[in-house]
């Protein structure tokens, strides 16, 4: 599964698990929970009650890079991890090629579609978002449990020699934003400039096309029906330009990515650094509207 999937599908995935079966295959629960306010919320959430079998991955430390330092060039909020250090990581929570990986978080979605998008990345096309997140698997039935998650640690997971999910830097965008189609995920409010918690400039990249990633959800939580994301993002697709995902720094822009490839339209680039690097830089243009 390597887009979405359903918490009735993840129960019968965990009662194959527990019994000896010809089609049972290893399975790595990943609860990405997170609050951008308030850093430590996730693992104490984790703490009270995770999914069976769930290890915690932390967004500031597992799925991120380190910022940049004093009179370093910045690279945004939210860095990529070095590829390497990442690939230790994803071997050490026992993801191994063909294990199936399923991501979830307590919050719609974009921090368990970071942690997809850089599995993919990796090159590691078994991780599902689960749809609903802990919400759906409660109502399914699922049970939690405060009980630590036993691993079955691998070696560095084998990367793909180039990264397999494109994207493109700063300097790349800015280049071609007359060919370019871009999609920032933030709220409203924050695209148009009138608000900014987070970042020390308010505004949006010229050109760019608002899709808050919360419309990718319905009131439930899940992801709305693939045709029905299908339809919407058509409406703001534009023939001959390719998308550029975006956001505040390259997180939520992934719940739009996994949307888009969910409708079926494909693997769009993530412009990693997003508004909280391009700000970063007096030079570059931008819009406040």
Not at 121 to 146: K, M, R, S, Y
Not at 155 to 164: E, K, L, R, W
Not at 191 to 201: K, S, W
Not at 206 to 215: I, V, W, Y
Request: aromatic share 6%.
């Amino acid at each position: 599964m390597q887009t979405l999937i359903s918490a009735t599908d993840l129960l019968q995935l965990q009662a194959r698990q527990s019994t000896p079966s010809p089609d049972a295959r290893p399975l790595v629960l990943l609860d990405c929970g997170f609050d951008l306010a308030d850093p430590a919320s996730g693992e104490r959430a984790y703490a009270a009650g995770h999914l069976p079998g769930a290890l915690y991955a932390h967004l500031d430390r597992d799925l991120s890079g380190p910022k940049a330092g004093p009179g370093e060039p910045g690279r945004g909020r939210h860095p990529l991890p070095d590829r390497g250090r990442f690939a230790a990581t994803v071997g050490a929570w026992g993801v191994a090629p063909g294990v199936q990986v399923v991501v979830y978080d307590a919050q719609g979605g974009p921090y368990a579609a970071r942690a997809w998008w850089l599995l993919q990345w990796l090159g590691h096309a078994e991780v599902a978002v689960l749809d609903g997140g802990p919400a759906a698997w409660a109502a399914a039935g699922g049970a939690t449990t405060q009980a630590a998650a036993s691993t079955r640690p691998q070696p560095p997971y084998p990367a793909t020699a180039a990264p397999a999910m494109p994207l493109l830097d700063a300097s790349a965008l800015q280049a071609a934003l007359d060919r370019m189609l871009v999609i920032d995920a933030r709220a409203p409010e924050r695209y148009r400039g009138e608000v900014e918690p987070l970042d020390p400039v308010a505004g949006h990249i010229p050109g760019a096309a608002n899709r808050f990633f919360k419309l990718n959800l319905q009131a439930d939580g899940r992801f709305k029906p693939a045709a029905e994301l299908h339809t919407e993002f058509m409406a703001l697709l534009q023939p001959g330009r390719p998308v550029v995902q975006q956001c505040g720094s390259g997180v939520t822009a992934c719940h739009n990515l996994l949307a888009m490839a969910h409708a079926g339209l494909g693997a769009t680039l993530l412009y990693p650094g997003s508004w909280s690097e391009w700000c970063s830089d007096p030079a570059r243009p931008m819009v406040r509207a």
